[in-house]
RNA sequence: GGGGUGGUGGUCCAGCAUGGUCUACGAUUCCCGGCUCGGGCCCGGGAGGUCGGGAGUUCAAAUCUCCCCCACCCCA
């Protein structure tokens, strides 16, 4: 039962579509393009994960609200660099039955306009500042490109979107640095590994003085944005006119910042940890932890359901998230093919032998490594080997992603290693645009950014211009 | 934006070249019953289809022609 990726790797796009419906997570043949279903098992998986942001979040003074799905053409005025990005990929609202609307409305494609115009009216003074909200929302773009499930959808169905408002620059600044601590610790509690770049000028999110997004890397090679964190200053607020009157009795506009997480986060999860069976699931957000699996055997049925009753209400007790699969037109093989791949980080199995020498025999879905543990040390036991699977997994894909994270001289070694590894090149920049926008035409890459919160880079000249090199820049292929 | 491949019960697919033998193959899934149960066992019985949509050619279309829709892949 050795643990394979080979057609993970291969024919990731297949794998990916097929895992997301097998596996019970999400149904994408609902009749609207870019739009899925999430399933109950999937649902919970969701949950789980915004629970883990959302304790985040609450933690460090960021308030949960609701705002409306629609805006107002008005409102999508507003911040004219900001609109005219999304203004093609707008879905307008123009009619209530078959009455034509006075005044269209647009559906969301991000919650800026919906959100500044009140905090227009709610902020007034340098005492309601610093003030941090943050909401968990649908969006709606229209993409025109193939649309992907979790990944390149027309409903962003699951959208975490947070907005801070403070009375200085300075105080801007240190809340970004605080959002990146926020989503470094998000996506190492998932075991998803992730650079972190600020974006060139020509590609930050619009309107922002600058962007900081967080890259994985799929199976493919390619490069998935799962995580942007923006310092706007007061390129918004000055647009939608929010002011504060600071101790000294003077109005100022407001800096802001905004940060955003999809559910991309999970199409990062099933990605990064799958395998050739399935889903492998980190057991911090598993649905469900740990599955138990009578085998029961010639006269032995009674015993081994028993037994198998009474270690799922062991397990709950500890807090375990346990499911007994007490189906009996099924056999136990195909139960384990089953739980495998829907992610279950642990099966115990209990038969006739377990109950002879007293022992519960676990299987770790990560490494499918098989062992027995004595009955009355299962709630121990099973926790142990679950903080064993998270580190392990965290692990692996560090390394996985460290090995397709490469180094290049110049443009020509930058697309030779590239073919071959796909994944992340750097190479040196000299911080000028023209170069980046070079580096990208010669080797038909996309500039991710500079790395983020690193030193800057000594020794060696640009090879397009010849001049000193400053900074890493990192390029890639990304969805 | 440019190019390619495909769409047939819930799922995966055969059939299409050479229209008729299609009352559409097979597997899987699902339901009922039996036998099993430490890796998808097996045996009975049953359910499930606007052949993506529309128009056309024809005595006859899943199969040929045209238009449209949708999905996936590759390239910009």
Redesign the pocket.
Known sequence: ?AVERKRWQREF?DWF?QVIWESGLMDY?YPV??CGVWLPYGFKLRNNVLNLMRRLLDETGHEETLFPLMITSDMVKKEAIHVKSFEDQLFWVTKAGDRKLDEELALRPTSETAIYPMMQLWIRSHADLPKRVYQVVNTFRYE?????PLIRVREISTFKEAHTFHATFEEAERQVEEAVRIYSQFFDSLAIPYVVSKRPEWDKFPGALYSIAYDTVLPDGKVLQIGTVHNLAQNFSKAFDITFENAEGLREYVWQTCYGISERVIAALIAVHGDD?GLILPPGVAPIQAVVIP????SK?AAVTEKSREIKKVLEKAGVRVWLDER??L????K???W?LKGVPLRI???????EFRNL?L?RRDT?EKFQVPEEEAASRVLETFSEIQSSLSRKASEWLRQRIHQAGNPEEAVALFREKQGIVEVGWCSKERCGLTWEEET?LQVLGIAWGETSLNGGVCPICGEKVGRVLRLGKPY
Do not use: C, N, Q, W
């Open positions: 039962m796009g579509h043949r393009k870019g025109t490109k193939a649309t992907r069976k085998i029961p055997y010639k049925e009996d037109k056999t136990p093989g195909s384990f093919y089953e495998e199995e209990i038969g006739p032998r377990d109950l025999t299987v499918m038909g």
